[in-house]
């Protein structure tokens, strides 16, 4: 079989599913012929969120700044009526 399964024969066969993740990589499951999930071994998922996620040396070492990730995005400001004098 390849890399690729159905849906059904994913939630049948789910422990095969999961041998043939860590044994030969990454497997594909499909739902009505669209790819819908993978399913990959903890290490390569683990290589991945890291790989994603810079840490503080990388930002501080970009060469741009990444400015967007630091700071959270401000409120608009609510704004009293003037006072009235008289």
């Given at each position: 079989m390849s890399n690729r399964w159905q849906v059904q024969t994913a939630k049948a066969r789910f422990s095969e599913l999961l041998?043939?993740?860590?044994?030969?990589g990454p497997q594909v499951v499909t739902r009505r012929g669209v790819e819908t999930a993978v399913v990959v071994p903890m290490?390569?998922?683990e290589g991945?969120?890291?790989t994603t996620k810079?840490?503080?040396?990388?930002?501080?070492?970009?060469?741009a700044p990444?400015?967007?990730?630091?700071?959270?995005?401000?409120r608009p400001l609510a704004r009293r009526p003037p006072p009235r004098f008289e």
């Open positions: 041998e043939k993740a860590v044994a030969e290490e390569q998922w991945l969120q890291r810079p840490n503080l040396k990388e930002l501080l070492l970009a060469p990444r400015i967007e990730s630091l700071a959270p995005e401000r």
